[in-house]
């Protein structure tokens, strides 16, 4: 298979300007045009280097800032490196901001046909092709309508199949695997697998490492602007996830064993892990660190900052003593994207009732920076938690729900009593 | 600075830039502009010929009733006027700001950025061509007859295109830097349009301004269509020459600045 992509040492510079750089033409008249020049610059992409063959899919990790949306710009002609050089053989095509250069009061038709010759098409191609774009996003009674009328699944869906049915040799994709429901994104990943048959060379940017790794090839890590890692998905998506890990353990001041208020002793890096940028000062189980399966559970998680912060990721996840983990919540992704965070406070999760098996847990509590990318404090098995309950841990389930048994036949529906009304037995 | 970083980027082809492809684009560009234009109003198309007619209409007032203007053919006279210089009003003014409002186009990759202008010109070209059967109704009203030197108004209309578009690139790149540029450059139109003669003549400006006058383009551009519509003469071929090589001076600069522009404003973080 031919090389698609072939990029050697590629440096992309940035200009940073004065903040009072002038933005209008009074402005400029008024201070005089000393503060157009930019006062710095730095590289948001700094001698990388990579291949990707014809069929092959490469995908990009890193962080925030790291430089992965700059490269796609790059490789997509639209940002002009200030080093280096690329090599690509064949038309080009993204799926970057899907739907955003649709006009609401064109109706899909109109859109198809602007956006695919915008892709790349000749208009024959397009008419040509006209069916099988709005047959894939499954919008054949809607597309004489305005899109302003569609839902933005449905704009989506449209932009999408306009996108891989433009032919490509190239395609940029930026984490594409949002696009409408389960059952459409799986239809997505078919296609995208057909345009790898066909010799699509695909570059793929990502969060998420586990997608990386289950559909790359091969993987580049990005750090900065330049690469860590370039190779194996399974590698380097492993050497990315030790990283995160370790830049929490880094992160961890040395200090000596504490005790928490119930008794505890908390030792760095064993079962505390946490910059201590915020310090959890204490965990309260309410009403008890004893209870009743299915009964109300209060964890109030104390903690003091020692840095003015913006916000963090409070969570929360209880795991048996094997460490198998039975719940995992945190705020983030329960829609609390912003927690003002005061001097002191106190965060509460309710869980209004554990329908957990019988046996011993530990409930963990961590916060952490606002991206994931290492902890501020987390306390690991250390507040333990009893659940009474008639099942027990023993068997292989967590869950102990209210339940009962009953047969279809109404005549025998007393055969075994609610497990809940049976806990007096225990007593 | 900026051009000798240009000139790298005028060196990178894109794959799909033939001519057929690009005639494609062009057209589905202009037809979605023209579409987007007209979608919600009821009138639809009949504004492009609605509103010069009501420009024309209190001209003919003014310079006719109220204060008198001696000029023979006076409607025919304002309305080629009007025509032409929309045509670059109109363009100018929606030009200038198509870098800012074509974000999700520039970032496209492989999309050939410098036609965003000829879109905006050419779809003005469109709205100026339907205008013209009005345009010699007037005429025929006017007793105005035709000769073989109108043969001459496609020549005109290209150079008047290019000088349009050539305008267009600088003003669009400058409005990536200074925002503002789009509202000072309306002031600016308004200024021009009076130092046009549009509903005056050219005989009434002194000649010791001629040398400052002379220098907007569309006083000549209107002239000179007048001439081959109106008078049946020979248009200025001098003053037309000296606008051409102007012109095809500046348009390769302006087409690399666009570009470089263009890529400046999607890189902006």
């Given at each position: ?289 004893t209870i009743k399966s299915g009964d109300l559970l209060c964890v109030e998680v104390d903690y003091k900052t020692h840095q003015p912060l913006d916000s963090a990721i409070f969570s929360i996840t209880i795991s048996q003593e094997n460490g198998a983990p039975c719940l995992d919540v945190n705020t983030l992704d329960m829609g609390i994207p912003y927690i003002r965070l005061q001097e002191e406070g106190t965060i509460r999760l309710t869980l209004d ?75 | ?269």
């Open positions: 298979m031919g090389t698609a992509i072939l990029v050697e040492n590629l440096g992309k510079r940035f200009d940073r300007y004065h903040t009072a750089k002038p933005a209008t033409l009074m402005e400029a008249a008024l201070t005089g045009l000393g503060r157009i020049k930019p006062i710095e610059d730095f590289w948001a992409l700094r001698g990388v280097s990579f291949e990707v063959a014809e069929g092959e899919m490469l995908g990009v990790i890193g962080h925030n800032g790291a430089g992965k949306s700059t490269l796609l710009q790059v490789l997509g002609k639209v940002a002009h490196p200030n080093e280096g050089r690329i090599k690509m053989r064949g038309r080009i095509g993204a799926l970057l901001d899907l739907g955003a250069g649709f006009h609401g009061d064109l109706t899909g038709r109109e859109n198809v046909f602007v956006t695919a010759i915008v892709g790349g098409l000749p208009r024959r191609e397009v008419a040509r092709r006209f069916d099988q774009i709005v047959a894939f996003a499954e919008l054949e009674a809607f597309i004489d309508n305005p899109v302003r009328t569609y839902s933005s699944g449905m704009m989506m869906r449209l932009a999408f199949s306009v996108a891989v049915h433009t032919d490509p040799k190239v395609l940029l994709v930026d984490e594409f695997l949002s696009v409408g429901d389960l059952s459409f994104q799986s239809k997505c990943l078919n296609r995208i697998a057909d345009m790898k048959e066909q010799g699509c060379a695909i570059v793929l940017v990502s969060h998420d490492v586990g997608q990386v790794e289950r559909l790359c090839d091969r993987a580049l890590w990005l750090k900065q602007g330049t690469v860590v890692a370039y190779g194996e998905p399974a590698v380097v998506a492993g050497q990315y996830t030790m990283e995160m890990r370790s830049q929490t353990q880094q992160r961890t001041p040395q200090r000596p064993p504490q005790l928490t208020q119930m008794g505890m002793e908390l030792r760095v890096n064993e079962n505390r892990f946490g910059s201590q940028d915020i310090e959890i000062t204490d965990v309260r189980l309410k009403p008890k660190s009732r554990l329908d957990l098996v019988g046996g011993f847990y530990f409930v963990n509590v961590g916060i952490y920076q606002q991206d994931w990318s290492y902890a501020y404090d987390y306390h690991w098995h250390v507040y333990p938690l009893t659940i009474d309950a008639t099942l027990s841990s023993k068997a292989a389930g967590v869950l102990c729900p209210p339940m009962r048994w009953e047969a279809a036949n109404s005549e025998v529906n007393a055969i075994v009593q609610p497990l809940k009304s049976c806990s007096w037995h225990s007593k | 600075m900026i051009l000798k970083r240009t000139s790298n980027l005028s060196r990178q082809k894109f794959p799909t830039q033939n001519l057929g492809y690009l005639y494609d684009l062009l057209r589905s560009l202009v037809d979605r502009d023209m579409k987007l234009m007209y979608k919600r109003s009821a009138l639809g198309i009949a504004w492009t010929l609605i509103s010069p007619l009501l420009q024309l209409l209190v001209f003919v007032f003014v310079f006719q009733v109220v204060i008198k203007i001696d000029i023979p053919q006076y409607s025919s006279y304002v309305f080629t006027g009007l025509l032409v210089w929309n045509w670059f009003q109109n363009s100018l003014f929606q030009a200038t700001g198509i870098i800012i409002s074509s974000r999700p186009l520039i970032r496209q990759p492989g999309f050939p950025t410098v036609i965003l202008p000829v879109v905006v010109v050419t779809t003005g070209l469109i709205h100026f061509v339907l205008a013209l059967p009005v345009l010699f109704v007037f005429l025929l009203i006017d007793g105005v007859k035709f000769t073989p030197i109108l043969l001459a108004l496609p020549l005109l209309q290209l150079i008047q295109f290019a000088v349009t578009v050539t305008f267009s690139y600088f003003l669009a790149s400058l409005n990536v830097t200074f925002r503002d540029t789009q509202h000072t450059l309306g002031v600016l139109l308004q200024f021009l349009f009076y130092l046009t003669p549009i509903f005056y003549e050219l005989g009434n400006i002194p000649p010791r301004y001629w040398f400052i006058y002379g220098l907007n383009p569309m006083v000549h551009i209107v002239t000179c269509y007048r001439q081959i519509l109106m008078w049946g003469t020979q248009p200025d071929w001098l003053a037309l020459l000296i606008i051409s090589g102007i012109t095809l001076l500046f348009l390769p600069i302006g087409y690399r600045l666009f570009k470089y522009q263009s890529l400046r404003f999607v890189e902006e973080i």
